[in-house]
């Protein structure tokens, strides 16, 4: 490459840096940085955070910090994919690529809890079997915590027993944020609506299934959409190499 390129790796609902692990030592090992990031609460950074504010943070001050010529690829995994859209809105000029991995990906027009929401709405509760909600009065999920059954099954049911071992001693409680997320002018076209975007199926995924994830594609066009067979959810551990690959691929074209 003519270029070192440094890569953000945002993680999903209840994980952390560590989730991680394989595809940074992968991008590293091609010679390109690699930062991945613990949002509040998550990780080893205290919490619960008490917003999506305070959630986000980390990566926001992470953004203020960087040299002002520097731009990153900023990936995002699953509901990790809210934090990068804000990040994007916040520092458009800092960021050279957004890629979405099986992540949400909201548009400009839509309040983003329209896509947990939808979400929701196709799954009933008893798919999500022994994860942890917590509820306010009207019903609505304010919080979870993956149980271990939902993780072996669905969430790591493509991973080796090893990362699966691994995640149960860290997943943690992650909240929704799903008030701060009903607004639909969180994003707008003058700065998210002008960094290239990439989404990133990720085939056999039983917790953000394909069908779902096109939706998410419809609903906010991205400017390339690839797809990795036999990924499950858990991409980032079930094929960190092609992975990697694919994302060297795409920061050399944007």
């Given at each position: 490459m003519s270029e070192k390129k440094h890569f953000v790796l945002v993680h999903g609902f209840g994980h952390g840096a560590w989730c991680w692990y394989k595809l940074a030592a992968a991008l590293k090992s091609e010679g390109s940085r690699a930062t991945a990031l613990d949002l509040a609460g998550c990780g080893v950074r205290p919490g619960p955070a008490s917003?999506?504010?305070?959630?986000?943070?980390?990566?926001?001050?992470?953004?203020?910090?960087?040299?002002?010529?520097?731009?990153?690829?900023?990936?995002?995994?699953?509901?990790?994919g809210l934090a990068v859209s804000a990040a994007v809105e916040n520092f458009p000029a800092k960021i050279s690529l957004a890629v979405f991995l099986t992540a949400y990906m909201p548009n400009c027009t839509d309040p983003p809890s329209s896509l947990p929401e939808e979400l929701f709405r196709r799954c009933s509760t008893e798919s999500f079997m022994d994860t942890e909600f917590t509820f306010d009065e009207g019903g609505v999920p304010v919080s979870a915590v993956f149980g271990p059954e939902y993780m072996a099954t669905k969430l790591y049911g493509n991973c080796s027993v090893e990362d699966l071992e691994l995640a149960k001693m860290l997943v943690r409680r992650n909240?929704?944020?799903?008030?701060?997320?009903?607004?639909?002018?969180?994003?707008?076209?003058?700065?998210?609506?002008?960094?290239?975007?990439?989404f990133v199926i990720c085939e056999d995924d039983e917790v953000v299934d394909e069908d779902f994830q096109r939706y998410i594609i419809e609903k906010s066009p991205p400017n390339e959409v690839i797809s990795i067979p036999e990924a499950g959810h858990m991409v980032m551990l079930t094929k960190p190499h092609h992975l990697s690959s694919c994302l060297l691929q795409l920061s050399l074209k944007y």
């Open positions: 917003s999506f504010s305070d959630y986000v943070r980390p990566l926001l001050d992470f953004f203020s910090s960087l040299p002002g010529d520097e731009r990153v690829v900023l990936v995002g995994h699953s509901f990790g909240w929704f944020f799903t008030e701060e997320f009903s607004k639909n002018d969180v994003l707008s076209e003058e700065k998210y609506g002008v960094v290239k975007r990439c």
